[in-house]
């Protein structure tokens, strides 16, 4: 009976063992490279939720963040909320003071978010759907008049959360 318990013993502790050290059979050397290509385009949300007068520098990041993402292959939607909506708002888009480092130099915040959007509303290359502004902190702080950048839709903000694979929060 002794045999037999420790030979029970043995084997369990044997097993518990292997499983234990599974992983170290990964592949540690397999190297993704870091660039999003077309054939694997991802569904990036960046959710900007701070006010451009109060913090301009979290919303060039958010912007520019949304530039080099889209210029490397991944659908990019950028989303406006809480008090990040005043982005959406011409004035405070294109206000003098709000200057943003990006890679090349300097740039407007306007110049950087017509960049992303594909230029300004009217355009041909303008498209509104890269950027969805929270219709419920839109009409908080502006009420029924529709926003300058982006558009907003309770349906759209759904669906966009749900397909997210990555969501990047400013």
Known sequence: M????????????????????????????????????????????ISLKSNPMSNPEMACLAV????????????????VTLDGVSLADE??????RFKCDIPSGEISLKENLEKFLGGSPGDTGYNRDNMVVCPLCWNSRYDDEPPYYGFKSSEAVGKMILDAEKILDF
């Open 2 to 45: 002794y045999k037999k318990l420790k030979s029970a013993l043995t084997l369990i502790f044997g097993i518990a063992a292997i499983g234990l050290f599974q992983s170290v059979n990964a592949d540690w050397m397999n190297d993704a490279g870091g660039v999003i290509t077309a054939g694997d385009a991802q569904d990036i949300v």
């Open 64 to 79: 520019t963040f949304a530039n080099m993402l889209s210029a490397n292959g991944a659908n990019v939607t950028l989303f």
């Open 91 to 96: 004035s405070v888009a294109s206000s003098r």
